[in-house]
């Protein structure tokens, strides 16, 4: 039989193995391991888990560690990534801070809803639950019924974590505008002719369609401002562009002008019925607060800026010498 010192010894050895291991880098069966653990998942089963993506150990081992640790209830849900030299101590620290490997998908300013949705379904490692629903069916799902869809979402850069619903970052963004919309509508310029939040959401998104160069999104909300204010006719192309959806081939033709609608801003007075893109916060802003301006006019140089004039005649000498070339 073995003496009490023997036994220690034993003992002891299989304690400092054990110690050594924590820190020496697990064996996997590529480069990167991910491992997507679920809520309510068990200690035994995230060991498990882990060694049926490609840690090659006993998941006992890895087991026993999380529990000896006393962190096994720490362990979060989320989605993790290991790679060659991660260890089992960092293994379970990565999974007890919830350092999750994430993914991310960025909605651009001036964005179609369609374009947007286009977008969330290329987004890699997002389960596309919103992908059968209709526009109206999509606002409902997000606790707006009734709302049109179109605008409703900040353009950013989201992040995510692998496995989640395209709703979860749907959300975020709706929220995201929401939020954004009530803090510039606070700060609009005391005599704006918009009368709703809404309406400086519309607003915006023309701005933003507009505008070629940042430093003039103030003179064109300026100008569409101004033309609210007396009445006339807004007559910019980007909304008949929205308005004719799929059939708008690239070329915007008179009779398309002339087709009445009501996303024909040449036709139809005042604001569309809704946003026509994604307007940023920028847009938001000059929207609410715009430069002031006398102008009512303004025609792309060809460059990105555009020429303002006050006056129908200046307007038309630009139009003259920019789009159609005369001196």
Known sequence: MWSTAAVLVVVAAAAVAAWLWLDRPLPLAAERVELSVEPGSNPRAVAQAWVDAGVMVPPRWLYEWFRWSGQARHIRAGSYEIHAGATPRSLLDKMVRGDETLEQVRFIEGWTLRQLRAELARAPHLRPASAGLSD?????????????????????????????????????AHRTMQRRLEEVWAERAPDTPLKSPDEALILASIIEKETGRPEERGLVAGVFVNRLRIGMLLQTDPTVIYGLGEAFDGNLRKRDLLADGPYNSYTRAGLPPTPIALPGLASLRAAVRPQPTKALYFVARGDGSSHFSETLAEHNRAVNRYQRGAR
């Open 136 to 172: 109206a069916e999509l606002m409902a799902a997000l606790g707006s019924p009734g709302v049109p869809a179109e605008g409703r979402f900040f353009p950013d850069t989201y992040a995510y974590s692998r496995g989640v619903s395209d709703l979860t970052v749907l959300r975020r």
